[in-house]
């Protein structure tokens, strides 16, 4: 996968989105690892042409009215308002559902909601990564709902559905990381051959998502790096996934392992993802005893599970292992919020020291998201995003100041 972000005027990247041949109008967003390389490609230049656009003052409004619905069944600060501005962005209005003060709380089925809180709403975003197994499905059985809504004609439209983290991927994370490399390293052929680690680090907490991880082995894996994914013994991740990373690896010509040391994961590593994550294992009896609203039993693992955490508190990217990288300089990624050592905890992912060499980099990591977003929504609901660009920026209407 070719494609260059950072050295074309915007005209010139819109000529390359109407080459490429994407299937992304009217697909729900789910797993990065069910979309094509033109499809991903289009994400990554259309939300592009739309962060610089914006740099501009050129407004990217395609929407007059409509609603953009946000489902957070878990907490969120990035992803939540990054949807948010997506969809302002492009003149939605968001309207968040909580599930606490709807009927949902008096047993009201998935289908009934579904299609109750669409009657004129274009998009939902849904967060749903607590429950193994069930993130994921849940967003396919909301989709299966809206196609009945639609087709029976309650709904003038069908919303399309994008995934802001399930038990399985974090689309939206993973191609705002990669929108984050393409400004780094200038180009995708740029980033052929290099070495990204993708590695476990310790955390006073038990119980965090495995999708961030799977999400970027599955997504970086396409683009031609040597992919290292380590962890202690026994923090493995949903194994077919891996299995996917592995073959995306040795199709786009680069390179898969696992490994169990973090010393010897981060030598001559070109980027660097310490990221803390639960045990596939833990996370499928973490979702039995949640699913039996078992309060002592998640006490027990919890325990366990950190006493067992404990055992790996040397897995902290810090200035030491900072050094074991290529020209001890990698480039430090994360989603946020890291646990940081004397920060937001005594002990944690990242030392202090290190997290401040890549602090605001990070940040400008995550101000990828929104654009990500509303490249998703645009080309759900147009099948020429690249004449739709062409329009906004021939009518050229300020974003800010007299039209």
Same mark, same amino acid.
């Given at each position: ?18 080459k490429l041949r994407p299937s992304l109008f009217g697909k729900d967003f789910l797993l990065t690892w069910e979309k094509s390389d033109d499809d991903l490609r289009t994400i990554l230049e259309v939300a592009s042409v739309l962060k610089e656009m914006r740099a ?26 990054? #949807? ?6 492009? /003149? ?5 559902? @909580? ?23 274009? #998009? ?24 009945? /809504? #639609? ?17 399985? @991927? ?6 705002? @990381? ?57 923090? =493995? ?8 990373? /592995? ?6 010509? /680069?390179?898969?392992?696992? =490994? ?15 990221? =803390? ?22 006490? @027990? ?10 055992k790996f508190r040397d897995w902290e990217f810090d200035e030491e292992k900072l050094k074991l990288t290529r020209n001890g300089s990698a480039l430090y990624m994360h989603c946020l919020p890291a646990d940081i050592s004397g920060v937001s905890c005594e002990r944690?992912?990242?030392?202090? =020291? ?27 609901? #147009? ?17 800010v100041g007299t039209h």
């Amino acid at each position: 996968m070719t494609m260059d972000i950072n050295h074309r005027q915007p005209e010139e990247k819109i000529e390359g989105i109407r080459k490429l041949r994407p299937s992304l109008f009217g697909k729900d967003f789910l797993l990065t690892w069910e979309k094509s390389d033109d499809d991903l490609r289009t994400i990554l230049e259309v939300a592009s042409v739309l962060k610089e656009m914006r740099a501009a003052n050129i407004s990217p409004r395609i929407f007059d009215s409509g609603l953009a619905i946000s489902n957070f069944r878990d907490n969120s600060t990035r992803t939540r308002f990054s #949807f948010a501005s997506a969809a302002n962005l492009l /003149g939605l209005a968001v309207q968040d559902l @909580d599930e606490e003060k709807s009927q949902i709380a008096h047993g009201e089925t998935v289908r009934e909601t579904a299609n109750m809180i669409s009657f004129l709403s274009d #998009f939902i975003g849904i967060r749903d990564d607590i429950f193994l197994g069930e993130g994921n499905k849940y967003m396919r059985e909301v989709g299966e709902a809206l196609d009945e /809504g #639609f087709e029976k004609g309650v709904l003038p439209v069908r919303p399309g559905i994008i995934n802001l983290q399930c038990d399985m @991927d974090h689309p939206t994370q993973s191609m705002a @990381d990669m929108m984050h490399l393409l400004s780094v390293f200038g180009s995708a052929e740029n980033l052929r051959g290099k070495k990204l680690v993708m590695s476990w680090a310790y955390s006073p907490s038990y119980g965090k998502p495995l999708s961030v991880p799977q999400g970027i082995i599955a997504l970086m894996s396409r683009f031609g790096m040597n992919i290292e994914l380590a962890y202690p013994e026994g923090y =493995s991740l949903i194994p077919e996934i891996v299995e996917t990373a /592995g073959r995306n690896a040795q199709a786009s010509g /680069g390179s898969f392992r696992v =490994s169990h040391s973090m010393e010897e994961a981060m030598r001559d590593a070109d980027i660097v993802y310490p990221k =803390s994550w639960a045990p596939f294992h833990i996370m499928q009896e973490r979702t039995e005893l949640l699913q039996k609203a078992d309060r002592a039993g998640l006490k @027990d693992l919890e325990q366990k599970c950190l006493a067992n955490n404990a055992k790996f508190r040397d897995w902290e990217f810090d200035e030491e292992k900072l050094k074991l990288t290529r020209n001890g300089s990698a480039l430090y990624m994360h989603c946020l919020p890291a646990d940081i050592s004397g920060v937001s905890c005594e002990r944690g992912e990242v030392s202090a =020291s290190a997290f401040e060499r890549y602090r605001i980099e990070t940040y400008r990591e995550a101000g990828f998201k929104p654009y990500v977003i509303a490249a998703m929504m645009l080309t759900n609901r #147009f099948e020429n995003p690249g004449e739709v660009l062409a329009g906004l920026m021939q009518r050229n209407r300020r974003r800010v100041g007299t039209h």
